[in-house]
């Protein structure tokens, strides 16, 4: 039976879509929304199933990524509305209202749960990211909100935040008239497992990186390991990670490409991953000898990786002792951003640190490199090309 279920305007695909095998408890990513189609599988995205799954089941554990264009207006922007057929069944909403604030709606059989964060921005934002996680039974949930173009990032902790049942999550995914989203939504997906909140892994798993232990991928690190940064100093891995997401937006691979920004092989990442910038231009722009930019703002040098068969892609992280830039094949990258975990424990017992005993967690803040904006970016681009 049908387990890969291509977006359709025919109610009856929904019954295929349920044709499934759990084989296991590895699922993650179930489903995935744009613009121009989307796709739900109830043993993950690109796995195949053979067995019949509970509709009726509870997802216990999930998270909603949506990645979206904020346009203030006259009237609140409504990103999703589900709206589920059955009397007195589901009703999702996420919509961002005119003073800027992100909010939540659940509602079903009586009951209304609502969820909110009050960011209060305004302005425009080409790209917002929001991450809703549930965890039943833990009976704790998170929402976040971060934003592209400052870097701002919200975060609130949610008591008792109601699961999704599974039939309402294929209906989301597999089935237009069901679920809405506004023109400025770049994609929308959904899991069977907490996300972690805050920066999460941005490197491709096969970059290689020098280490005691010698020359091997970053995925290979394991904590104690020493790698020594760019000014000769050993520093040791703390924590090493792996993320899986969906290969859209800020979490589609890019492709750094030798020879440019000093690559002297390709290297792949994501958009967020931040690497040093130096020279003439950034002293006259900045009046300083060093910034960080992020690799998807760069303007040349750097290719967006065509859509995957699969539309998952796989990063790797790795927080090191202290801060430091490392030298990964002739491209100075930093490790994972931890300054905003290191300043909020609550962000941190929901990101990808949580389960770090405390007293691995590098204590000494990190003396940061300016992180440019998206436009700063392209004017150091423009200065290099020119």
């Known amino acids: 039976m049908i387990a890969q279920v291509k977006q359709t305007n025919d109610g009856h695909k929904v019954?295929?879509?349920?044709?499934?095998?759990?084989?296991?408890?590895?699922?993650?990513?179930?489903?995935?929304?744009e613009r121009r189609g989307g796709a739900f599988s109830t043993v993950g995205l690109g796995k195949t199933a053979s067995a019949r799954v509970d509709p009726d089941k509870t997802l216990d554990q999930g998270t909603i990524l949506l990645e979206f264009a904020a346009i203030p207006g006259a009237v609140d922007q409504v990103l999703l509305r589900y709206q589920?057929?059955?009397?007195?069944?589901?009703?999702?909403?996420?919509?961002?209202?005119?003073?800027?604030?992100?909010?939540?709606?659940?509602?079903?059989?009586?009951?209304?749960?609502?969820?909110?964060?009050?960011?209060?921005?305004?302005?425009?934002?080409?790209?917002?990211?929001?991450?809703?996680?549930?965890?039943?039974?833990?009976?704790?949930?998170?929402?976040?909100?971060?934003?592209?173009?400052?870097?701002?990032?919200?975060?609130?902790?949610?008591?008792?935040?109601?699961?999704?049942?599974?039939?309402?999550?294929?209906?989301?995914?597999?089935?237009?008239?069901?679920?809405?989203?506004a023109n400025g939504v770049r994609f929308v997906a959904i899991a069977d497992e907490t996300l972690p909140h805050g920066p999460l892994p941005t490197l491709g798993v096969d970059t290689r990186i020098n280490a005691d232990r010698g020359r091997r991928p970053v995925a290979d690190l394991?904590?104690?390991?020493?790698?020594?940064?760019?000014?000769?100093?050993?520093?040791?891995?703390?924590?090493?990670?792996?993320?899986?997401l969906p290969a859209r937006g800020r979490f589609a691979p890019r492709q750094i490409c030798a020879p440019f920004h000093g690559a002297k092989t390709d290297l792949i990442c994501s958009h967020d991953q931040l690497i040093r910038l130096a020279g003439s231009e950034v002293e006259y722009l900045f009046a300083t000898d060093f910034v960080a930019a992020k690799v998807g703002d760069l303007s040349h040098g750097v290719l967006s990786m065509p859509p995957l068969r699969v539309p998952l892609a796989t990063y790797a992280q790795f927080v090191m002792d202290r801060p430091c830039v490392?030298?990964?094949?002739?491209?100075?990258?930093?490790?994972?951003?931890?300054?905003?975990?290191?300043?909020?424990?609550?962000?941190r017992c929901q990101s990808v640190l949580a389960t770090l005993p405390e007293a691995m967690i590098p204590t000494v803040s990190p003396a940061r490199l300016d992180v440019l904006k998206p436009f700063e970016t392209v004017a150091w681009s423009q200065m290099q090309a020119a």
């Open 84 to 181: 589920s057929p059955e009397p007195l069944g589901l009703m999702f909403e996420i919509r961002l209202d005119l003073q800027g604030n992100l909010i939540i709606m659940h509602s079903e059989i009586g009951t209304r749960r609502t969820y909110r964060i009050d960011a209060g921005f305004v302005t425009r934002s080409n790209c917002v990211s929001l991450r809703f996680t549930w965890d039943a039974d833990q009976g704790i949930g998170g929402l976040s909100m971060e934003i592209a173009e400052t870097g701002a990032l919200y975060f609130e902790t949610l008591e008792l935040p109601e699961p999704l049942v599974l039939r309402d999550a294929v209906r989301m995914f597999a089935c237009t008239q069901f679920m809405q989203l």
């Open 326 to 347: 490392i030298d990964v094949s002739g491209v100075l990258i930093q490790g994972l951003d931890i300054q905003e975990l290191q300043d909020r424990p609550d962000l």
């Open 222 to 244: 394991k904590p104690g390991d020493v790698i020594k940064d760019v000014n000769g100093r050993a520093a040791q891995v703390r924590w090493v990670g792996l993320a899986e």
């Open 15 to 33: 019954r295929s879509a349920l044709e499934a095998d759990r084989n296991g408890q590895d699922v993650s990513w179930l489903g995935l929304r």
